[in-house]
């Protein structure tokens, strides 16, 4: 018997998460035929089929309308681990629609509450289109999801590079290859304690090398273990020697 939902919220934010990871399994399905998109593999099927053009311009353009949204039991421990640890900082990389958005603001909502601490969901997203639509979602849920998002449209990158607190949590559901990039850039932030989320990458392996390797080389203060969700889920929780 599976356990009940976790998340606490009203009824018709509910029913919206419920709707949106509907959508995101059916778009995944047409375009997988694991039934889930791994943006390496994605990039080598393109590069195979169409060797004359950038296999990047492609797979954003292919993206461009698709959700690939955090599996739902994943978030559910994503919004069970912000409501245990205190959080109140999290930067998500990768929005996308802002599905996985709406777990984090609900969870940090609650934290905020909770210890009477300050903070924020600072979200992601380098498509204009995107961005908008994961607004337009927001405002449906209301003032309770709306209020904790800071939403920084544009290259990661460089938005990521100011005005960012000491993040409690950092969820990397991105393009593999910018998955390191991303983690240097908000690692100075990151606090003692801290805890790094990686979608897919047990089944991402390939693709994610780069930052698994960063993770666990010991001298860069990392303790890691891979969850046992579909296609892994890599928690990494920062305890440096010198920090």
Not at 91 to 99: D, K, L, N, Y
Not at 111 to 137: C, F, L, M, N, S
Not at 186 to 210: E, F, H, I, Q, W
Request: charged residues 25%; hydrophobic residues 40%.
């Amino acid at each position: 018997m599976p356990s009940p939902s976790p998340i606490e919220a009203p009824e018709h934010v509910l029913q919206l998460l419920s709707q949106l990871h509907k959508i995101s399994l059916e778009q995944e399905a047409a375009i997988s035929k694991t039934g889930k998109v791994m943006s390496s593999d994605v990039l080598d099927d393109l590069e195979g089929k169409q060797p004359d053009r950038a296999p990047k311009s492609e797979f954003d353009t292919l993206m461009l309308d698709k959700f690939i949204a955090l599996d739902e039991d994943k978030c559910h421990f994503v919004y069970q681990l912000i409501n245990a640890t205190g959080a109140t900082n999290v930067v998500e990389a990768g929005t996308s629609f802002g599905v996985s958005t709406i777990y984090l603001a609900l969870a940090v909502a609650k934290t905020k509450a909770a210890t009477g601490k300050p903070g924020k969901v600072i979200g992601t997203e380098k498509e204009i289109q995107k961005a908008e639509t994961a607004r337009k979602y927001w405002k449906q849920c209301g003032e309770v999801v709306e209020r904790e998002i800071d939403l920084r449209v544009g290259d990661l990158l460089e938005t990521l590079k100011e005005d960012l607190p000491e993040v409690d949590l950092l969820l990397l559901d991105i393009w593999s290859a910018l998955a390191l990039p991303t983690l240097k850039t908000v690692l100075p932030k990151l606090r003692y304690g801290a805890v790094v989320l990686a979608d897919n990458t047990t089944s991402g392996a390939k693709g994610y090398a780069d930052l698994l390797a960063y993770l666990r080389a010991p001298e860069n203060g990392f303790h890691n273990t891979t969850l046992p969700y579909t296609n892994g889920f890599e928690m990494s929780v920062y305890l440096p020697k010198s920090k």
